[in-house]
């Protein structure tokens, strides 16, 4: 009887929020608004980098090659005590490119926050961007970016959208479909004016707010997240674009996936909590209304459909066992004397109806989202793409019990 109410009740909140995001679909058709730069402004990009030795050069690189007036622009690797070859790879490359606007600053590690702040302080810009070391941008990226400021003095921040670099691995080619289907989301969050995370991936801040705000929590697992629920509270909007990309390197194994994602669930959680009196409160909009509820609700609800999963199955997976330990195995004997015993009226309708929906529903997002990204639906393979849907929403549920047993013994890890 519990385990009907739990179902339920997850499928009537599952149903009524895929419902009312296809509405935002097909209805809001809002797109931010931009207006031409006419004297371009001056940049501080700050890269925090924590032993980034494989990827630093691609990324410095990538800055180097950016559309833009190199007079207009500075480039900072803050290097928060790394203990690879960073420092001088860096040290190499600005002595190979003097022409460069690109300065290294060393401290001793204490975290993203820091590093960023550091580099906050540091900065001579009008406009503060961050770029994570592992992540490329395209060259008309910040032409592309800046216009959105100059369309609103209340523009807080403005997010590029993000896709993963050279997916090799089938857990990275998972994660490529992912990634285009959280930018679509983000894309109808951003219609409701409800983004919830500023990503490393080359977000650009306004300076003067982000100085206002007190620059980022140094003592947060997730500041570019934190970051934004202040922006919210003190309202400020954020936008997410669509007409310039970021690329970032994913992980490559499942171990990296399960560590990355138990850091982002439980930085997403613990700001929520931390920023609770925002909860359904119609002064912050959206945001407080339908978005930080939907961040523990979600959470919840993968946690209960694992449960409710592993009950269905495990139960009749151990009497099979115990069915074939009591012939000492002889699957023939099993075999000989199957007979299947099937009658349409046995089927559960309202299962098969609640299956048909979601999945319905699903390939609406999942279509409309490989479209928002001008991308192809098996550009990563059938195998990737299927393994996607079948299989890595019960790698999110694990990693969700993980996330909740972490916050009952209060571990938290750091960058």
Known sequence: MILNILFWTVYFISLYLGVFWIMVIFENKHYPEKKPIKNYPFVSVVLPAYNEEDSIKGSIMSLFDLDYPKDKMEIMVVNDGSTDHTKNIVKRIIKDNPEQPLRLISKKNGGKGKALN????????????????????????????LPYFYADRNMAAVLPLMKIKKAESNIQKIQWYEYLINMFYKKLMNALNCIHVAPGPFSIYRKSILEKLGGFDENNLTEDLEIVFRMHKHKY????????????????????VVKQRNRWFKGSTLNVINYRRMLFRKEYGNFGMLQMPSIILSGVIVIILLFLMINRIIPPLVSNLFNFASVDFDFMTFIYNFSLNFSILDLDYMALITIMTMIMMSLIFFVNSIRNANERMFRKGVFSLFTYFLFYYLLMGFIWVGVFFDLIFRRVQKW
């Open 118 to 145: 550091l580099g906050l302080k540091e900065s001579r810009g009008d406009f503060f961007v961050c770029l994570d070391a592992d992540s490329f941008v395209r060259k008309d990226a910040l032409k592309k970016m």
């Open 237 to 256: 909007r954020v936008v997410q674009t669509y007409d310039t990309e970021v690329y970032t390197i994913a992980p490559k194994d499942i171990r990296g």
